[in-house]
Each structure stands twice: as C-alpha cells, then as structure tokens.
T-cell receptor, first 117, second 110 residues
C-alpha cells in the first residue's frame, strides 16, 4: 500500500469551531489533493497542491483553507465548521510520469468522517 | 452535464455473472483511472489506462480514446466484488486534477 495516512479518521465537532485535518505521505509525491465525498455528488475537489507552498482552489473551496509547508504534509482547515461541511474527506497524492504533465499514478487515503453538530 | 458519466448507477447481479461498467467522458484526456471503494472503506486505484486494455486477475479494463469511452469488466463475479466503482479522468487541460464520475454501486448476491 502507498504511504498515505489521514488523521483523524473520525471527528465530531460543533458548529463554529475550527477543524484541521491532516494528510501525511511518505511517497515524496509532488501533488496532493483534498476531496469531499457526499451522496449524490461523488468526489469533489476542495483544494490541491502542486508543491511546497503552492496551492490552488478546487470546485468547492469556500469555507476551507489549506497549507503545505513540507512535501509530506497537506493540511485542510475548516475555519468555522458548518453542518454543510459534514462529509467524508479524502486526501490523494499523485506524481507525474516521464511525459512530464501526465499523472501516472494516484493514491488515496482511508478518509476522514467529519460530523458537524 | 457531468464531464464523466458512468452507467449503470446501480447494478445487482448473481455470483458468477460477467459484469460490465461503462464510463463516457466529454473532454480530451491523458489517462483514465478505475477506482474501487468498499462500503465504509478507502479508495483503491485498480487501473490507470491511456490506451488499449489492461487485465488484473478477474478484472479487465479497456479504453477507446477516439470514442471517449472506457469499460470495466469483472469475470466470474463474487460477493467480495461488491463495491462502488468510480471512473476518473485526467483532462489534458486540468493541472493534474482528476475528474470523477458519480460511481457505480455493484452488489453481487451469492
């Protein structure tokens, strides 16, 4: 299995509190992603990173921020959690192949189930 | 309209049946992934394809880049194959971001 771990795996938090989810990889992959998975919506990209300190927004970035100070860690922060952010969050990593711009492999973490009450 | 469409959305079959899940996409891609997710579980990449066909055990994946279509086949299906299967494409223009289909929920009954 690829070396990618998410923490925590489960969390219940109250509306209005800040929450940080951590994704840690040991593969030295350049690209890291945070997705949320909701019934009826599939996987949707929140934010992604293409290098240390290089991040960009995905399709559902409102209410979320990210940081990547080291290759191996990608943090997702909910500044002030809301019930609409109750979801399962997946981190993924990927790397380009010999052709440069082509992602040739992708690995996913086990997911974090977040409940905002 | 989603850029990636899977069919069927749900599929129930008997053990031993031959299973086909389809994925159509509307953008130019550099590669396509087939992913598997068991209930309550993580997501595992089964195949990455950029052309032709790949086989791993009872799983076969094919892709036709010109027709923008891929299929995942399972031969001699087994209850442990019950999972959600997700097609994800890597658009040529998309800064390394995967675009996902909605998933196909497969249930294999003994």
């Amino acid at each position: 299995d690829a070396g990618i771990t998410q923490s925590p795996r489960h969390k219940v938090t109250e509306t209005g509190t800040p929450v940080t989810l951590r994704c840690h990889q040991t593969e030295n992959h350049r690209y890291m992603y945070w997705y949320r998975q909701d019934p009826g919506h599939g996987l949707r990209l929140i934010h992604y990173s293409y290098g240390v300190k290089d991040t960009d927004k995905g399709e559902v970035s409102d209410g979320y921020s990210v940081s990547r100070s080291k290759t191996e860690d990608f943090l997702l922060t909910l500044e002030s959690a809301t019930s609409s952010q109750t979801s399962v969050y997946f981190c993924a990593i990927s790397e380009s192949g010999e052709r440069g711009g082509v992602v040739t492999e992708a690995f996913f973490g086990q997911g974090t189930r977040l409940t905002v009450v | 309209k989603n850029e990636v469409e899977q069919s069927p959305q749900n599929l129930t079959a008997q053990e031993g049946e031959f299973i086909t899940i389809n994925c159509s996409y509307s953008v130019g891609i550099s590669a396509l992934h087939w992913l598997q997710q068991h209930p309550g579980g993580g997501i595992v990449s089964l195949f990455m394809l950029s052309s032709g066909k790949k086989k791993h055990g009872r799983l076969i994946a094919t892709i036709n880049i010109q027709e923008k279509h891929s299929s995942l086949h399972i031969t001699a299906s087994h209850p442990r194959d019950s999972a959600v299967y997700i097609c994800a494409v890597i658009p040529i223009q998309g800064a390394q971001k995967l675009v996902f289909g909605q998933g196909t929920r497969l249930t294999i009954n003994p």
